[in-house]
């Protein structure tokens, strides 16, 4: 495996080199993850995220790691529109707790049109004006939709394609890869950034991690953020009784994405409460260089408080802005 200091972003990977990656002995590959991370990232710094679920339940499709799907008994209470000063007060706590991007969820199959639109706008405009980066996960979306995002200065659009073309159907059954593309790509010529990434733990094998990467890494450009989740296992959803996926899978999957797209964000997402100190220090070592800060993601659990005491432990700072360098 040729490691050079000079890697360039590639939009060709193949497969076989994704598994050659992935599959490269753990420390070799920590190594070359953390030596392309040096050149692009500041080393010491993540960024601190929050996220506010502003619509919650209820929804429609079936995903089958959802705490949010109106097809499973999870006992997440449904939750109308909230209004925009309640969410901006959010965002205001979460700038005052360090983070510096805003991420707003609803859980919807499609952005409707109208007035709940037209409030998120408002979201958008405000957590802007607060100087945060906004980001908005609203499931799929229309042209317009996604130019008048754009216009209320929208940072980001959240959109995971969640796991390999192939293990997609055993997962999700009310929408398409497809779908998932054409969302991702309208929200592209909109000139709206991509955050975009997926869950592992859901009972894929390593192939899966690969097609995931794999198209994630041949989008052109890359999406500048990219979220990779641990699945949160969640009582009454298809996953709940999944078992707890090897650590040291999410170290690799993270050093490869940090390998295949050296200047994207790359984000431990869900997942960290059930994770050590130990493993989290891998992974920021691979090349992770964001997280969720509070002690609540949508709907399930974050480590909250204990953030201040790891990030002191490992000499992290909290980055001020986007830590991209290059
Ligand atoms: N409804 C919108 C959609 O799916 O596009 C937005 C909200 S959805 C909750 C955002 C993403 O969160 C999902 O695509 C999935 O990758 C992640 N996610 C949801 N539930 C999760 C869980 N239990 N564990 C890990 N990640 C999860
Ligand atoms: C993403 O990839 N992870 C975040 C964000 N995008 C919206 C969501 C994680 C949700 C975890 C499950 C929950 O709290 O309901
Ligand atoms: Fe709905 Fe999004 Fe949950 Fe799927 S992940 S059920 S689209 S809220």
Known sequence: M???????????????????????????LIFRAQSIHREHHRPSEIQGC?????????????????????????????QALMTVEETLAAARRAQAKGATRFCMGAAWRSVPQGAAFERVLEM???????????????????????????????????????????????????????????????????????????????????????????????????????????????AGTPLADESPLDPLELVRTIATARVLMPRSMVRLSAGRISLSEEAQALCFMAGANSVFLGDKLLTTLNPGDADTRLFEKLGVRLARGADVVG
């Not at 040729?2 to 070799?28: K, N």
Request: proline share 4%; with cysteine; glycine share 8%.
């Open 2 to 28: 040729a490691t050079t200091t000079t890697e360039r972003a590639r939009h060709d990977w193949t497969l076989e080199e994704i598994e050659s990656i992935y599959t490269t002995p753990l420390v070799e």
């Open 50 to 78: 929050m996220l506010l679920s502003i619509k919650t339940g209820g929804c429609p499709e079936d995903c089958a790691y959802c705490s949010q799907s109106a097809h499973y008994e999870t006992g997440v209470a449904r």
């Open 124 to 234: 958008v405009r405000g957590v802007r004006a607060f100087g945060m980066e906004a980001c908005c996960t609203l499931g799929m979306l229309t042209s317009e939709q996604a130019e008048a995002l754009a216009a209320a200065g929208l940072s980001a659009y959240n959109h995971n394609l969640d796991t390999s073309p192939e293990f997609y159907g055993q997962i999700i059954h009310t929408r398409t890869y497809q779908d998932r593309l054409d969302t991702l790509a309208r929200v592209r010529r909109a000139g709206i950034n991509l955050c975009c990434g997926g869950i592992i733990g859901m009972g894929e094998d390593r192939a899966a991690r690969y097609g995931l990467l794999h198209q994630l890494a041949v989008l052109r450009p890359h999406p500048e953020s990219v979220p990779i989740n641990l699945l949160m296992p969640v």
